[in-house]
Structure formats: C-alpha cells, structure tokens
Nanobody, 122 residues
Framework: QVQLVESGGGLVQPVGSLRLSCAASGIIFTIRGMVWYRQAPGKQRELVAD???????NYADYVKGRFTISRDNAKNTVYLQMNSLTPEDTAVYYC????????????????WGQGTLVTVSS
C-alpha cells in the first residue's frame, strides 16, 4: 500500500508564492509519472503539471512561466513551486503518482494525495 502526503498549502496574497510537496511512502520500487491537479470550487479537476521519471515536464497553459514542477526521486517526492499567484489559482491541489509498489511481485498502481487547499486572496 502506498500513501501520498501533501503539504504546503495555505493562504497567500496575490502575486505571492507557495511551494507544495507530495511525499510517497510504502514499499516503493520506483515511481513513474508524477502529476499535480487542482479543483476549484464548482469546477472540474484539471491538470496543472506533470513530470516523467526522466524529468521531462509538461504544464497547463494557465500556469506556464509561473509554476515549476520538480521531483526528488531519493525522497519519492514531487514539488510544485507556484509564483505570481492570482485568485484564479485558488483550488484544492492534488498530487498523483504512478508507483511501482510492493511487496513483490511489484506492480504499478495509481496513488492520490488527500489534497491541500491553496487560497489566494488579499
């Protein structure tokens, strides 16, 4: 069984910054893709950014140039650095990881974090 624990959310003023973290724990052999999603009140969940095992990244247009996704494979952790935040970025942010988990035989499974609330307001 794999657990994802997110942290770093909170209240921030417009144009401020936050850094989200999402750490996986359990019997983990490797982690393939790592993804951040968000869900604003009354809206559907949407992809924010993703990063592959070799470090290739992809961003939604509305966060390009403001957000940066990164990962630390030794810590099984994915990060989301969010700069120049606007009220439109207010949402619950979720991480998702494709984890090869044990005990053996190892198999890939999709794990989700519990979500962390980011509120951008003056």
């Amino acid at each position: 069984q794999v657990q994802l624990v997110e942290s770093g959310g909170g209240l921030v003023q417009p144009v401020g910054s936050l850094r989200l973290s999402c750490a996986a724990s359990g019997i983990i052999f490797t982690i393939r893709g790592m993804v951040w999603y968000r869900q604003a009140p009354g809206k559907q969940r949407e992809l924010v950014a993703d990063i592959t095992s070799d470090g290739s990244t992809n961003y939604a247009d509305y966060v390009k140039g403001r957000f940066t996704i990164s990962r630390d494979n030794a810590k099984n952790t994915v990060y989301l650095q969010m700069n120049s935040l606007t009220p439109e970025d207010t949402a619950v942010y979720y991480c998702n990881q494709e984890v090869m988990a044990g005990p053996p035989p190892y198999r890939y499974l999709e794990a989700w974090g519990q979500g962390t609330l980011v509120t951008v307001s003056s």
